[in-house]
């Protein structure tokens, strides 16, 4: 079944640099778009970035592009998230999602399946 495990999460302070991986099976990894997506306490899930098939393309929500980037591994079954000048209002879960419809979407409910999760917080 398909699977997806998200690493890499930790406690870092503002203006540092963290690399989240996501660790894909059960699926042909590299015919899937996939995405990130992070959720902060008492907010919803929201959009931070997502990749095509090949990795050619990517894309961004507004609050990250230009500190984070996306990318993946279609050899190691395995998508990143780099993530540098980090701000304390980024600290939320990262998800990791798979979209495995083809949909081409930003939008959380369009993806089938998810990681557990991992935590990243941003000190002051």
């Known amino acids: 079944q398909v699977q997806l495990v ?3 999460g930790g406690l870092v302070q ?3 640099s963290l690399r ?12 899937i778009a996939m995405g990130w ?5 008492g907010k919803e899930r929201e959009f931070v970035a997502r990749i095509t098939r090949s990795g050619r393309n990517t894309y961004y929500a507004d609050s990250i592009k230009g500190r984070f980037t996306i990318s993946r591994d279609n050899a190691k079954n395995t998508m990143y998230l780099q993530m ?6 980024d600290t ?3 998800y990791c999602a798979a979209d495995l419809y083809d949909l081409g979407s930003s939008r959380s409910s369009d993806y089938a399946s998810w990681g557990q999760g991992t935590q990243v917080t941003i000190s002051s």
């Not at 997506?37 to 306490?41: I, L, T, Y």
């Open 6 to 8: 998200e690493s890499g």
């Open 14 to 16: 503002a203006g540092g």
């Open 20 to 31: 989240l991986s996501c660790a894909a099976s059960g699926f042909t990894f590299s015919k």
């Open 37 to 41: 997506f992070r959720q902060a306490p």
């Open 84 to 89: 540098n000048s980090l701000k304390p209002e």
């Open 92 to 94: 939320a879960v990262y």
